[in-house]
């Protein structure tokens, strides 16, 4: 158990040695994380959604975690030689025509909270992702996620906003403009990633 805390760990330190002003939100990286892998521990998925380039943040995240990040990850079977085990993430971002069919049919604010609602289940986690923390269609989306027993973690601001407040786990990166928050969210998730793909597929 030591020796898979210390080489999980490693990556966090790695991060912080390369943005070295991450290192005021350490704890909530790590607290982010460890609940993402009790959801995986327990056969859940991760549902993620954001808004233009946290968007397409969400989709980077779901093909990390989809297929090999770093790690190989064969299935094992001789009939499946090109199929790689995955961790579930579905980008709430990725469903035009159920999206925009929502959006000019019924409202919408309410569109991720819907997929959130007919996709979740208990147990699951909601990766909420916005650079200024009150997106109304995110924070629309975690009163879902309340209701249904999926845990809440937000990919923020410095000042986190409303988002920060509902969220189980909120990492409020130190920065107030747009992209630059934006820079510091990447490696935050690809360290997100490489931690779960280390503790599911790496070497014992």
């Not at 989809?66 to 009939?79: S, T």
């Not at 996620?145 to 410095?158: D, F, H, N, Y």
């Amino acid at each position: 158990m030591r020796e898979l805390e210390e080489r999980l760990y490693k990556h966090i330190n790695t991060l912080i040695e390369r943005y070295p002003k991450l290192e005021g939100v350490r704890q909530s990286i790590i607290d982010a994380y460890l609940i993402m892998e009790e959801c995986y521990e327990n056969g859940g998925k991760l549902l993620i959604a954001g808004n233009g380039g946290s968007a397409a943040d969400s989709e980077h995240i779901a093909g990390e975690l989809m297929k090999r990040f770093k790690i190989q990850r064969p299935v094992g079977d001789e009939y499946a030689q090109n199929l790689e085990c995955s961790l579930m993430a579905i980008p709430l971002v990725a469903h035009e025509a159920l999206s925009t069919a929502y959006i000019n049919d019924v409202d919408g604010y309410g569109v991720f909270a819907q997929q959130l609602f007919g996709f979740g289940r208990k147990g699951d986690v909601f990766l909420g992702i916005s650079t200024s923390g009150n997106s109304k269609n995110i924070m629309n989306a975690t009163v879902v996620a309340r209701a249904s027993g999926i845990k809440v973690i937000g990919l923020t601001r410095a000042n986190g906003g409303e988002l920060a407040m509902v969220a189980d786990a909120a990492v409020k990166v130190p920065e107030t403009e747009t992209y630059m928050i934006q820079e510091l969210h990447l490696p935050i998730y690809h360290c997100w990633c490489l931690m779960l793909e280390d503790r599911f597929f790496g070497k014992d």
